[in-house]
């Protein structure tokens, strides 16, 4: 585009998009095979078609992010439960037809409440912030994470065994164990952050949905009786 003085070329029309001044795009028109003239009465229809396209443009802009705050929880940036149940359904249906493994896995914050009781709720939330964006960067395209409430992050893992989902969670967990917080007092206090996770395999820990996510959740009450800072297996 910038090799031409487009303003006056009579082959070639440059049409900014904008909207309220703020530039979103560019439509290029050109006559460049035929090498006839774009005429003035083109050039007027072109640029009213230019103001619809960056009208178009920007109504599917926010769209999307109005799209994007209903299905995604702001604070973990992680989806929320609703899209979750989601893709729950939709992983569920494509694993019993073709008879492949899956696991659900529910994570608890260790002693949240304490951290929001005795450091504020601020830095509750950073620790949210945290462990969402560390089981981002581990989980595999295929995977699915969100906030499933309060603190508590419930993990899909599409055709995966106990096997791999041990590995999924020795991965996940460790990463938890290295966030470190830093409390701004005199003098500083670093906060360790450790996860409860409870983890049911399907088809042998539950023939429904609903089977399976009181399966982990069993699981994950059970690891805190233990002692937290660890998975369990329905199966175990």
Same mark, same amino acid.
């Given at each position: 585009i910038l090799e031409y003085s487009l303003a006056t070329h009579d082959k070639m029309l440059y049409l900014p998009l904008k909207i309220q001044n703020k530039e979103m795009g560019v439509l290029v028109v050109d006559n460049l095979l035929s090498q006839e003239s774009i005429s003035e009465d083109a050039r007027n229809l072109l640029q009213g078609f230019a103001g619809q396209i960056a009208l178009a443009v920007d109504n599917a802009r926010l769209f999307s992010e109005v799209e994007r705050l209903s299905l995604y929880d702001p604070l973990?940036? $992680?989806?929320? &439960? &609703? #899209?979750?149940?989601?893709? $729950?359904v939709e992983e569920f249906y494509r694993s019993s037809r073709g008879r492949l493994p899956m696991a659900i896995c529910l994570l608890d914050l260790d002693f949240f409440k304490e951290i929001n009781d005795t450091y504020g709720h601020q830095t509750g939330d950073q620790a949210l912030n945290r462990v969402g964006a560390a089981i981002r960067g581990i989980l595999r395209q295929s995977d699915f994470a969100a906030r499933w409430g309060g603190d508590e992050i419930a993990i899909l893992l599409g055709n995966t065994d106990e096997k791999d989902a041990v590995m999924a969670m020795d991965r996940i967990l460790q990463a938890v164990r290295g966030i470190s917080l830093i409390y701004p007092s005199e003098p500083p206090k670093e906060i360790k952050v450790s996860a409860s996770v409870g983890v049911a395999v399907y088809p042998q820990d539950g023939s429904t949905v609903a089977e399976l996510i009181a399966a982990a959740d069993r699981a994950l009450y059970e690891v805190k009786f233990r002692g937290r800072d660890? +998975? $369990? #297996? +329905?199966s175990q």
């Open positions: 973990s940036h $992680l989806p929320n &439960r &609703r #899209f979750f149940d989601q893709r $729950l660890g +998975y $369990l #297996f +329905y």
